[in-house]
């Protein structure tokens, strides 16, 4: 049973379909059981972290099944950035969308009583130049067995992947939130980055793992 709307249904209990309203809740814990039967620990990365949510059932699903030992999350917790290029003109999204401070996340993370349940990092500002540096210093040496993207934009995804992704191992989790947005178009957000980010890496490769809600889509990292 769920403590709250935010809790992920453990795998042995069956949840209802990741194609419902919950299936952003409890994507974690069918990651979670694909990492533990993996063997697979590290840390939790995440991007776009808004009011916390996400990061709430995250820390539950992992911290339970012993798969992720560190926390980091990413955001300017000043909401979207000015959309330019193919961004620019999203009938979705605007600039200062998902705005929340760090004392909103905090006061969120205590209130549902997850503040103590794993070392947690906040890196604040936003994803350029800097992003690498900062991730690297949170991360200490963890490499991070799930990535966590949702940051809705085309612009941030590049800049996350760019930034980011050759620290992911074979095996990682890369949870995509905003997969189909911008009308489920490759030419847009996520898609377009992704495919960008693959192409450049063509060692790189993200296997399809599981869809949720109607926005999100899950892949597992590999690489030769």
Request: hydrophobic fraction near 40%.
């Amino acid at each position: 049973m769920r403590r709250d709307e935010l809790d992920p249904l453990p795998y042995a209990e069956g949840y209802p379909s990741l194609r419902s309203a919950t299936g952003r809740v409890d994507i974690h814990s069918l990651v979670a059981k694909f990492l533990a039967d993996s063997r697979s620990q590290g840390a939790y990365l995440e991007f776009g972290v808004g009011k916390g949510r996400s990061a709430v059932s995250a820390l539950r699903a992992y911290t339970r099944a012993g798969v992720c030992s560190r926390f980091v999350l990413c955001d300017s917790f000043e909401g979207l950035p000015r959309l330019e290029g193919p961004d620019a003109g999203s009938a979705q999204f605007k600039q200062g969308d998902y705005a929340f401070s760090l004392e909103q996340v905090a006061a969120l993370f205590a209130e549902r009583e997850v503040d103590g349940l794993a070392p947690i990092t906040c890196v604040q500002g936003w994803f350029g130049p800097s992003t690498r540096a900062g991730v690297e210093e949170a991360l200490q040496g963890i490499a991070p067995v799930v990535l966590h993207v949702d940051v809705d934009l085309y612009e941030s995804t590049r800049i996350v992947l760019a930034s980011v992704g050759d620290l992911l191992k074979p095996g990682a989790v890369v949870l995509f939130d905003d997969w189909n947005c911008f009308n489920a178009s490759n030419r847009y957000g996520e898609r377009r980055a992704t495919r960008e980010w693959l192409e450049d890496n063509p060692g790189f490769a993200l296997n399809p793992f599981a869809a949720y809600g109607w926005h999100g889509q899950a892949f597992v990292f590999d690489h030769d």
